[in-house]
């Protein structure tokens, strides 16, 4: 295959994984109090595996990717602020139904992060030079992405913790 159909390729099953999760994203999901953390997990070592693969590791690409992790943490935040919660405590879940906005900033945010790799030579670590400048930038858009998901996470904890229990009501 040549590079262009490489690249094709690779836009083509990006897009459908974008579309797929646009569209669950407008439904309302179930998220386990406890489960939910599954996925931000995985995200966050997938993210470190990247770090370390593309050679963004000194002590200032660490302190970026940090950077970049508490400022998803709290666009996350936000996000989870325009996010329908509907809370049930019998099953320990929430069902979510994340708000136009949110999905518009992760969409964002990947495809700033596609844009920036294909502009600077290839979606693979080997296009482009270990530790470059595009690297950096590229694995500070993923942290952004994890840190997004890990506050929306966080919110709806806390959106959980807040919510009275339904014994609450019961005079004693």
Same mark, same amino acid.
């Given at each position: 295959?040549?590079? +262009? ?36 997990? #995985? ?7 990247? /770090? ?9 690409? #660490? ?71 595009? +690297? ?11 840190? /997004? ?19 609450? +009501? #019961?005079?004693?």
């Amino acid at each position: 295959m040549s590079q +262009n159909e490489i690249l094709l390729l690779t836009f083509v099953v990006i897009g459908a994984a974008l579309i797929w999760r646009i569209r669950k994203m407008t439904r309302e999901q179930r998220f386990g109090i406890i489960t939910m953390w599954l996925l931000p997990v #995985i995200f966050l070592v997938i993210a470190g595996g990247i /770090m370390v693969g593309e050679h963004v590791t000194t002590p200032v690409d #660490i302190a970026l990717a940090i950077a970049a992790l508490a400022a998803g943490g709290g666009i996350g935040w936000y996000q989870g602020t325009h996010t329908t919660v509907r809370i049930d405590r019998t099953a320990r879940a929430m069902f979510v139904k994340v708000s136009p906005i949110g999905i518009a900033i992760f969409v964002g945010v990947l495809v700033m992060r596609m844009g920036i790799r294909t502009m600077y030579g290839g979606t693979t670590p080997s296009t482009l030079a270990s530790g470059s400048t595009a +690297n950096v930038v590229s694995v500070v858009l993923l942290m952004l992405v994890v840190g /997004m998901v890990l506050g929306l996470r966080a919110y709806l904890v806390r959106v959980y913790a807040r919510q009275p229990t339904p014994h609450s +009501n #019961i005079a004693s």
